[in-house]
């Protein structure tokens, strides 16, 4: 018999805080054939953990700010983050890496589609087409993550999205046609889809409630990382004005500003200059910026081989590895058994409404392991709706307990594979009824289905990856015709965007999702506004075409570059104006509706339906960011610059009284408690007597202890 010393030998992690064969296949967590620690032996009380503000409390983030002043924000989140339990960081860290991916296609592809378009001779369709086909193929993976990840777990399908994502960014590098360039896109979109749904929810399954927000924000900076490692490579190996034609004729109209009266020299001279460079054009370094894409791709699949990251537990218990999960559990909670007992209640009580649904439904039921589980665990106890909730009796529980997890993890022989459920096995009996819930959902799953649903709708719908995925065209409307200018304004975007992200990191979790999403959208209103007022008032939609088809046709653009500078001396001034615009859209966007709407689908969903739900609404956000990047450059040349974003601003202002009422407070909420903040409150006869508050989240102690 093993005591507590001889279960952490087993399970001594490497420097990196996982153990040294957490692989998967060759797993402490899938098994082994040393024998296992009695955890029966330990003598340990009964009861439920406290919070844990120690090990990842809001408030140091914002005592860091105030003492450190300027530097505040970014010492903030190293303390944050030194804070949490490196166990739950590292792998949750690697998983933001699939949101890497989606950032960097943005800013890489922003310079990569330029020259594309000059090197196949791309229509305004064509390179539209390109752009958009990565994230309609991402809204097909997506609806396939979420029943795979029910099927197959967390783990195996983040090494999908890396293989998929990897092969995709060397197969568009090698490519040598436009439509073998498009499949391989698509291939690379599918690949991330799949990131981009099963990252954010392996994250918010490993993450303790009260460090939930910070670990799920972690997402949203490597976004913002990616985007600003993308615009970098692309301008650094973009052409500069010495040799890319339609830079060149935007400089020399530039310079024949100063002197009206040398328009038609200007021109000729223009145009002299841009056929000189047409020779000297490189038309293959868009290879290189999207073949680099290929690190972070496979650095996700080598981490999670190489550092061990663990299977979800919560998906080992909804599929009856219950043994297992409990052994995941222990190692990511560093041991505490009493932590370790009330998150497997809690996990198991939730497995177990799954299997009522999946019974109700005719679809079989759970039992065996799965129901001595339950039993032993004190699961079971839910509130009315036939949905997850919390506990019967806050706090309490079975009579199990530690006990009870002492019982699911007794010694086995030599050799003996017990951490492994029984075959077929699981608490949602033969299948996952998720997608049939989805589809005919009840009145709380339609006011979950209408949050996350929303959420994700209005992440693109108000424009802003749009916005990202087209700002060199944006800027060069008005008026920065270098490639100098333009690199410093995307990447000032870019900057703002990424410093920007630290804020969630902080602050999700101290003032809660609802306060960061209502100041996010409203600040994202009025930043567009200001956007669509300097572009309209520039007037430049028939005199300087953004989606001109043929940018080695020089005349024309000269013509309008020159008229624009010269008739508008003010444009400088513009230019500015709308790069600060920018950057203040970025930011609004980066401190509440990015983090927030990819973290509550994986947040609010009951665990049966949390998989599918996530991919749904992953699904209809890459359904809109692909509808507004196939069509954005022919809108603005239908209509002015300024149009797109007034129709944004009208959107984003539409989403804050959207949200005000549909939004539940989260914050350091349990996650399998989150569903209670949608179901009606019930009185001692069962009826029900209204609901929570919208903004109740840690309040409610019945839902955090």
């Not at 293959?284 to 299977?311: D, Q, Y």
């Not at 567009?528 to 005199?543: K, R």
């Not at 600060?580 to 509550?600: D, E, Q, R, W, Y």
């Amino acid at each position: 018999m093993a005591d507590l010393t001889a279960l952490d030998e087993a399970l001594s992690p490497t420097d990196d805080g996982f153990p040294a064969h957490a692989a998967l296949g060759d797993s402490v967590f899938s098994g082994s054939d040393a024998e296992a620690p009695d955890l029966g032996s330990l003598n340990v009380s009964r009861g439920r953990p406290a919070e844990r503000s120690s090990r990842g409390g809001a408030g140091g983030g914002a005592g860091a700010a105030k003492r450190f002043g300027r530097g505040g924000m970014i010492m903030a989140v190293v303390f944050r983050l030194l804070a949490l339990n490196k166990r739950i960081l590292i792998p949750v860290a690697l998983a933001s890496l699939a949101s890497m991916l989606m950032g960097y296609d943005i800013g890489v592809t922003s310079g990569a589609v330029l020259i594309v378009q000059r090197t196949y001779h791309l229509s305004i369709a064509d390179k539209e087409l390109f752009i958009g086909s990565f994230s309609f193929a991402a809204a097909l993976s997506a609806l396939l993550s979420g029943p795979l990840a029910d099927s197959f777990g967390r783990r195996p399908l983040l090494l999908l999205s890396s293989l998929l994502s990897s092969l995709g960014f060397l197969t568009m590098a090698l490519s040598h046609t436009f439509p073998t360039l498009l499949l391989t896109r698509l291939l690379t979109g599918f690949g991330v889809g799949i990131g981009l749904t099963v990252g954010p929810l392996y994250a918010v399954e490993l993450s303790p409630a009260d460090s939930r927000g910070a670990l799920s924000a972690l997402s949203d900076l490597s976004s913002s990382l990616g985007l600003l490692l993308g615009y970098l490579i692309a301008f650094l190996l973009s052409p500069s004005t010495a040799n890319d034609p339609t830079l060149a004729v935007a400089a020399a109209a530039a310079a024949a500003a100063t002197d009206p009266t040398a328009t038609t020299a200007a021109t000729a001279a223009a145009a002299a200059a841009a056929a000189a460079a047409e020779s000297a054009f490189s038309p293959h370094n868009w290879r290189f910026m999207l073949l680099l894409g290929v690190v972070p791709a496979a650095g996700l699949g080598l981490g999670v081989v190489f550092l061990g990251v663990p299977e979800s537990p919560r998906w080992l218990v909804l599929v009856g590895r219950v043994r297992e999960a409990a052994e995941v559990l222990l190692v990511l909670e560093d041991g505490r058994e009493v932590e370790t007992a009330a998150l497997l209640e809690d996990m198991t009580a939730a497995a177990a409404a799954a299997a009522a649904a999946a019974a109700a439904a005719g679809v079989g039921g759970g039992g065996g392991e799965d129901a001595e589980a339950a039993a032993l665990l004190g699961g079971g106890g839910y509130g009315a709706g036939g949905s997850q909730s919390v506990p019967a009796v806050a706090g309490g529980g079975g009579a199990g307990g530690v006990a009870g997890l002492h019982a699911l993890t007794p010694t086995a022989p030599a050799g003996a594979q017990f951490w492994k459920g029984p075959a077929g096995g699981g608490l949602s009996g033969g299948g996952l009824t998720g997608g049939r819930e989805l589809l005919l959902p009840s009145e709380t799953v339609k006011q979950m289905l209408m949050l996350a649903v929303g959420a994700a709708f209005y992440q693109q719908a108000t424009g802003v990856p749009t916005m990202l995925y087209y700002t060199p065209e944006l800027f060069a409307t008005m008026g920065l015709t270098s490639s100098a200018a333009i690199l410093s304004a995307c990447l000032a975007v870019a900057l703002a965007r990424t410093l920007a992200s630290l804020v969630p990191i902080t602050m999700l979790d101290e003032i809660g999702r609802r306060t960061l999403l209502l100041i996010s959208t409203a600040g994202m209103a009025i930043a567009l506004l200001a956007q669509g007022i300097v572009l309209h008032t520039m007037n430049l939609g028939g005199e300087f075409d953004i989606s001109t088809e043929n940018p080695s046709t020089t005349t024309t653009v000269a013509a309008g570059a020159l008229t624009s500078l010269v008739d508008r001396p003010f444009q400088s001034n513009a230019a500015a104006l709308s790069v600060i615009a920018a950057a203040n859209l970025a930011v609004f966007f980066s401190i509440g509706l990015s983090p927030i709407s990819t973290l509550l689908a994986p947040e609010i969903f009951p665990l049966r339906l949390r998989a599918q739900g996530t991919g749904l609404s992953v699904a209809v956000s890459r359904l809109i960011a692909a509808a507004l990047s196939s069509s954005f450059l022919s809108l603005v040349d239908a209509t002015s610059p300024g149009f797109p974003f007034f129709v944004f601003a009208v959107l984003s202002a539409v989403a804050v009284p959207f949200l005000h009422f549909c939004m539940r407070e989260t914050r350091g909420v349990k996650l399998e408690a989150t569903g209670a903040l949608f179901e009606p409150m019930m009185d001692g006869h069962g009826r029900a007597i209204g609901r929570r508050a919208r903004n109740v989240g840690a309040g409610d102690r019945s839902l955090t202890s």
